[in-house]
């Protein structure tokens, strides 16, 4: 029988559940919702829940990619050599990324415009985050190598070596950085002598002359990313360890802080920006997503741990863990050629039962690409056996 995962990595998974979740009432809703549903509060407050998604997908990549870092520093590789797998793992996605524009448009071909093959789309700036985090952490890692002791274990591996303050403080001031930079970079500040396919990945401008809030922009949207990539950190540095699940307390307290500490600062009088736009690129917006990020993560680390989160089998925690192919699938059973119902015609009844259908669905193909994968992993298993001679 397969052992049960730690909560703390159980808790991941949920949330990454959790997040396809929204993702699948988000993106039913906005595609078959017709007529006079889509100016219902219904519609409005899916639209509104629409908008974690992709702050928690890369936030959660944040994390994860700080525990796959820390797991590398434990083996004792080099700051070039965490950067080189680190870097090229944000490759391989961005490269996915790209790969599902150009299936997007094969499936489309007739009367998909070829611009949407430069659609920078979740996947992409997921790859292009973690590409970027991998760099700055090679820098901190660079800046800060310490040099082995013949007494202690061998490379980062003993307690107090690992350069934890830089690797946290670091990732803060970045998102800091991404997060101020960017009302600028989408108004008075954008790069026009770029052209707009290179361009769109910094202010989400597309071919359509303005920035578009339906992209995924390095600015703001990787400073999410930045902010788990800390928050990651502190989760493994050595004081993190020590404080166990005290930590979360920490945790929770500040995500209130940032939450009202944002909306405080919306409510003065006084403007930084030229053009301030709440609700896509202010500061304040991506301090209050990001407090309700931390209150989430709490909640489901607490649900995973002495909750029902682990009980038996957890629909989300099992999403979560093939987050790529379930987002990968239902976007082309959604708003794709194969599509399951027709195109903003439907009620909200019709919608939801549609949104029903996927839900079943793409648990059904989360669940049978667990138990291939397992399968092949026994068989593979199995074929790597030396046989024995009777």
């Not at 974690?52 to 080099?78: H, N, R």
């Not at 949207?221 to 360890?241: E, K, M, P, V, Y």
């Amino acid at each position: 029988m397969a052992s049960v995962p730690s909560s703390r990595l159980a808790y991941i998974d949920w949330l990454r559940g959790l997040a396809c979740l929204l993702m699948f009432q988000t993106h039913c809703y906005d595609a078959w919702l017709g007529g006079a549903a889509r100016n219902s509060t219904f519609f409005m407050w899916s639209q509104l829940g629409g908008t974690f998604p992709a702050p928690l997908f890369l936030f959660l990549a944040g994390i994860s990619f700080a525990m796959v870092t820390d797991k590398l520093l434990e083996q004792g590789l080099s700051a070039g050599q965490i950067a080189k797998t680190t870097i090229r793992r944000g490759a391989e996605i961005f490269g996915l990324g790209l790969l599902f524009r150009v299936q997007e448009f094969a499936i489309s071909l007739g009367w998909a415009p070829w611009s949407d093959l430069f659609r920078v789309d979740i996947l992409n700036t997921i790859g292009v985050s973690m590409m970027l985090m991998g760099v700055m952490c090679w820098i901190v890692l660079a800046a800060k190598q310490v040099r082995r002791n013949p007494d202690s274990r061998p490379g980062w591996a003993g307690e107090g070596t690992r350069p934890y303050t830089n690797l946290v403080v670091s990732p803060i001031l970045v998102a800091a950085a991404i997060s101020a930079f960017a009302p600028l970079l989408w108004t008075a500040w954008r790069p026009r002598f770029l052209p707009w396919q290179l361009e769109t990945y910094v202010n989400g401008v597309h071919n359509l002359g303005a920035p578009q809030p339906w992209l995924f922009p390095i600015f703001p949207w990787t400073a999410f990313a930045f902010a788990g990539l800390a928050f990651g950190f502190i989760l493994t540095s050595d004081h993190g360890r020590k404080l166990g699940t005290r930590i979360f307390l920490l945790v929770g307290a500040a995500g209130f802080l940032l939450i009202y500490g944002a909306k405080f600062l919306d409510s003065r009088s006084l403007q930084l920006y030229p053009v301030y736009d709440f609700w896509h690129t202010s500061p304040n917006f991506f301090l209050i997503r990001l407090g309700i990020l931390l209150l989430l993560t709490v909640f489901a680390y607490a649900w995973c741990k002495w909750g029902p989160g682990q009980w038996r089998f957890s629909p989300l925690i099992q999403l979560g863990k093939t987050s790529l192919l379930v987002y990968w699938v239902h976007i082309e059973l959604v708003y794709g050629k194969f599509s399951i119902l027709p195109r903003r015609s439907e009620s909200i009844a019709g919608a939801s039962a549609g949104l029903l259908i996927i839900v079943v669905a793409m648990l059904a193909l989360s669940l049978a690409r667990t138990k291939w994968k397992g399968r092949m992993g026994d068989l593979l298993s199995w074929q790597s056996k030396p046989s024995h001679a009777g």
